[in-house]
T-cell receptor, first 112, second 116 residues
Framework: GNSVTQMEGPVTLSEEAFLTINCTYT??????LFWYVQYPGEGLQLLLKATKADDKGSNKGFEATYRKETTSFHLEKGSVQVSDSAVYFCALRLYNFNKFYFGSGTKLNVKP | NAGVTQTPKFQVLKTGQSMTLQCAQD?????MSWYRQDPGMGLRLIHYSVGAGITDQGEVPNGYNVSRSTTEDFPLRLLSAAPSQTSVYFCASTGTSGGAVAGELFFGEGSRLTVL
């Protein structure tokens, strides 16, 4: 089947710490991969995406690389800020089907 | 750019009442969908549509009804509200042809529903 698994939270870090949120997937076809961010009380916003193997998505200092060999799309940021506190969702889309699969979300708390 | 617009943003209902959550998008997207988000449950797909006149059930369709008479609009109807339908509802859309086949879902800001 198709699914997305991401690390459970909450993840608590101090400001300027390095962030990794793990995401692995299973897919029967060739997926696009996404990271969404949800700030408190808001909807989901696209953070970054990658549409084929070895692509690197990046935005606002966050990066993730589409690794087909390990079926992973881990989110990283070198130095987090308090303003990065949010819930992060990993997701995939199958090309041939209009279907999206979301991970359960990882809450990130960044302390000053 | 308006994107995906949901109304209302907040609603309180009594058990048994009915209501409609509105969703409109101005991006000419073929695909539209409704999710609910509950604490600790992530996102769950309620219904979706791949074009006007075409709808299908998602993961948790019971108690909800949808229709798609135009490309732009995809309303979600609660037929007889129950406390278990207290949740935050998100409408989302995307393209399904050309370069959009690999693209992301665009989300509305959400509608917070409380059923007493």
């Amino acid at each position: 089947g198709n699914s997305v698994t991401q690390m459970e939270g909450p993840v608590t870090l101090s400001e300027e710490a390095f962030l990794t949120i793990n995401c692995t997937y299973t897919a029967t076809g060739y997926p696009s991969l996404f990271w969404y961010v949800q700030y408190p009380g808001e909807g989901l916003q696209l953070l970054l995406k990658a549409t084929k193997a070895d692509d690197k998505g990046s935005n606002k200092g966050f990066e993730a690389t589409y690794r087909k060999e390990t079926t992973s799309f881990h989110l990283e940021k070198g130095s987090v800020q308090v303003s990065d506190s949010a819930v992060y969702f990993c997701a995939l889309r199958l090309y041939n089907f209009n279907k999206f699969y979301f991970g359960s979300g990882t809450k990130l708390n960044v302390k000053p | 750019n308006a994107g995906v617009t949901q109304t209302p943003k907040f609603q309180v209902l009594k058990t048994g009442q009915s209501m409609t959550l509105q969703c409109a998008q101005d991006m000419n997207h073929e695909y539209m969908s409704w999710y609910r988000q509950d604490p600790g449950m992530g996102l769950r797909l309620i219904h979706y549509s791949v074009g006007a006149g075409i709808t299908d059930q998602g993961e948790v369709p019971n108690g909800y009804n949808v229709s798609r008479s135009t490309t732009e609009d995809f309303p979600l109807r609660l037929l007889s509200a129950a406390p278990s339908q207290t949740s935050v509802y998100f409408c989302a859309s995307t393209g399904t042809s050309g370069g959009a086949v690999a693209g992301e879902l665009f989300f509305g800001e959400g509608s917070r529903l409380t059923v007493l």
